[in-house]
């Protein structure tokens, strides 16, 4: 019973950081990236983070600048996400 608790307590949490990048995704402004990058690094959702830049860089037409932004936020993602791992 716990485990199907902690199941579905997972995937409420995952529904809602889906939902939230939904949500940024459709905002224009570069900051609002920013943030929404810096809040998964820090809940250490780093393969979602991840996934959020590289679809971002690969499916729209950027103007070099926000390329370099994303470039720069993928490296944070990446270098956290050693970081924090294992030895």
Same mark, same amino acid.
Do not use: N, Y
């Given at each position: 019973?716990?485990?199907? *608790?902690?199941?579905?307590?997972?995937? *409420?949490?995952? *529904?809602?950081?889906?939902?939230?990048?939904?949500?940024?995704? =459709? =905002?224009? *402004? /570069?900051? =609002?990236?920013?943030?929404?990058?810096?809040?998964?690094?820090? @809940?250490?959702?780093? /393969?979602?983070?991840?996934?959020?830049?590289?679809?971002?860089?690969?499916?729209?037409?950027?103007?070099?600048? =926000?390329?370099?932004?994303?470039?720069?936020?993928?490296?944070?993602?990446?270098?956290? @996400?050693?970081?924090?791992?294992?030895?």
């Amino acid at each position: 019973m716990r485990c199907r *608790a902690e199941w579905d307590l997972r995937l *409420a949490k995952l *529904a809602g950081v889906l939902l939230l990048g939904l949500w940024v995704t =459709s =905002s224009p *402004a /570069q900051g =609002s990236d920013e943030e929404f990058l810096a809040g998964l690094r820090a @809940r250490r959702l780093f /393969q979602l983070a991840e996934r959020f830049c590289t679809e971002r860089l690969a499916g729209e037409r950027l103007d070099k600048r =926000s390329r370099a932004e994303l470039t720069v936020e993928l490296i944070r993602v990446r270098a956290e @996400r050693a970081v924090h791992a294992s030895p």
